[in-house]
């Protein structure tokens, strides 16, 4: 049977685990947008669809990057609270 320190540890590792997750493509992002700000600013271009454009792809190949890794860590969490929640043992969490 679940007690309420088993619900919490399980809902803090997702939360972690969605953070370390997304991280990678927020940061990508940021800088993308950092760059190409910078880029436009120099070059006194202020066309908001070259920025776009450049962060969409850069986010994209990013998450197609991530995506294995971040199946992985998924799986892992997934098997690890389904043997918390069934045996009460800690899994790999």
């Known amino acids: 049977m679940m007690n309420a320190a088993t619900v919490i540890e399980i809902t803090r590792h997702a939360l972690t685990l969605v953070l370390v997750l997304s ?53 892992r969490y997934a098997g690890g609270a389904l043997e918390l929640v069934l045996t009460g043992r800690p899994g790999l969490l």
Do not use: F, K, N
């Open 23 to 75: 991280l990678p493509v927020i940061l990508v992002a940021g800088i993308s947008a950092l760059l190409i700000a910078v880029l436009q600013a120099v070059t006194q271009v202020q066309d908001q669809s070259i920025g776009l454009t450049v962060r969409m792809i850069a986010v994209m190949v990013t998450v197609l990057l991530m995506a294995g890794w971040a199946g992985q860590e998924l799986l």
